[in-house]
C-alpha cells in the first residue's frame, strides 16, 4: 500500500526537532548557548496546519527554550522538549486525543526516534535521517531536515485532505 494511501486519515502530526525542523547542527556561542535555525516554510506549514484543525505534537530530547518559544508562537501546544522517553509520550498524546496508530504521521531522523515511529501508521523521515529511520519510513522526503521536510509532509497530508490553503480556498496570506 502507497503511504499517499494513508494520507485521508491522518488526525496527528508529531515531529522530532533537531534534524529535522533543524539541519541538526547546533551555533554554540561563548557563553555556552545552542542556537538552532528553523526552516520558515516549515513554520508557515505547521501554522497551517494548527489552523485546519490538526493536532501537532512536538516531541524532542532538545531543551532550548528558544524552540519552545517559536512553536508556540504558531500556535503548537503540544511541545515535550527534554523528552527522554519518547514512547511514554506518545502513548500519552495518543491516550489524551483517543488516537489510533494509522491517524499518526511521526517524522523522525535518528536512532532515538525509531521505537515511537514504529508506534504509528505514517512514519516518515527527512532525505538525509539515519540509515536505519529510513528503513522503518513509510515516506523518505526528497528534502533534507531543516530545509521543509515538515512543511512537505503537512502539505501532502493537508492537500488530500483538501486543507492546504489553496485548495480549501482560505487566503494564503499571514501577516
Keep these: ?3 499517499k494511501q ?3 486519515n491522518i488526525r496527528a502530526l508529531v515531529f522530532d526537532v533537531d534534524g529535522v525542523l533543524t539541519n541538526g547542527q547546533v551555533l554554540v556561542t561563548t557563553d555556552g548557548e545552542m542556537l538552532r535555525s528553523m526552516n520558515i516554510k516549515d513554520g508557515y506549514a505547521l501554522k497551517t496546519a494548527v489552523d485546519q484543525g490538526m493536532l501537532v505534537c512536538i516531541i ?3 531543551s532550548n527554550e528558544g524552540v519552545r518559544k517559536r512553536l508556540m ?3 503548537v501546544k503540544h511541545i515535550h522538549l527534554g523528552a527522554n522517553n519518547k514512547v511514554s509520550l506518545l502513548e500519552a498524546f495518543i491516550e489524551t486525543h483517543n488516537l489510533q496508530p494509522e491517524q499518526i504521521v511521526y517524522m523522525g531522523d535518528d536512532l532515538p526516534d525509531l521505537q515511537v515511529m514504529q508506534m504509528v501508521g505514517l512514519p516518515c523521515c527527512p532525505q538525509d535521517a ?3 529511520v529510513k528503513k522503518v519510513s513509510r515516506y523518505v ?3 533534507d531536515g531543516g530545509t521543509g521536510c515538515v512543511r512537505d509532509v503537512i ?3 493537508l492537500k488530500v485532505q483538501a486543507k492546504w490553503p489553496v485548495d480549501a480556498g482560505i487566503d494564503a496570506r499571514y501577516d
Design 73 to 75: 508562537g504558531l500556535g
Design 130 to 132: 539515519a540509515p536505519e
Design 155 to 157: 502539505e501532502q497530508v
Design 141 to 143: 522526503s526528497h528534502k
Design 6 to 8: 494513508l494520507l485521508n
Design 1 to 3: 500500500m502507497s503511504y
Design 60 to 62: 524532542s530530547g532538545g
